[in-house]
């Protein structure tokens, strides 16, 4: 459908019970009408080494480009690595980053929005760093609202993965939502 916005939900972390994957799930439990919202796992994805992208992009590499290029806007769920995005969302990033075979990097102009549980800070100092690298490879990111989930002395988890603050299933509402309208607007 025209109207249909696709978002392609991106975990910086591998971990099984990863907070920040689980984030994703729950946002799939939030979404505005009209949406839909698929998550890519980067666990196959292998480290960058232009040597093998010259040989030919692994598969991992192809579909997890094809996804980006389909998709009409990114969430991206991280993790804080000391005080930094982390190497695998970072990893994943430079391989969509570059033009391949006469196929432009599909990051380019796409909206994002990003967030992040972890740490005291909530991926406050990472989230800094992954706004730099995607204004970098000139994607539009949407601005507000910051969504950071501190987690020490805090369980805002329960048992089974559901989000228990108020507030922060909120924030996470209201950033899918700027993120369909900023997907809208850039449409026309
Ligand atoms: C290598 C490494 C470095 C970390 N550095 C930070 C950090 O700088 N700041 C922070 O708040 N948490 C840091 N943490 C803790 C992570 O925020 C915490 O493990 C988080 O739950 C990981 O996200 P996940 O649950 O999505 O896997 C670090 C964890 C690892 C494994």
Redesign the pocket.
Known sequence: MENNIQILGI?????K???????LKIAQGLLPENTTFEIFDLIDIPLFNEDVEAEGLPAAVAAFRNAIQKADSLFI????????I?GVLKNALDWASRSYNKQPNPLTLKPVAIL????????D??QYHLRSVLNHLNMYVVNKPEVLIS??GRQVFDELGNLTDDFALKLIRQLLQNLVNYTIQLRK
């Open positions: 975990a910086g972390s591998l971990r019970e990863s907070y920040n994957r689980k984030l769920a991280s993790p804080e690595y000391n005080s930094s982390t992040g549980a972890g740490g005291r800070g909530g991926t100092r990472s987690m020490p």
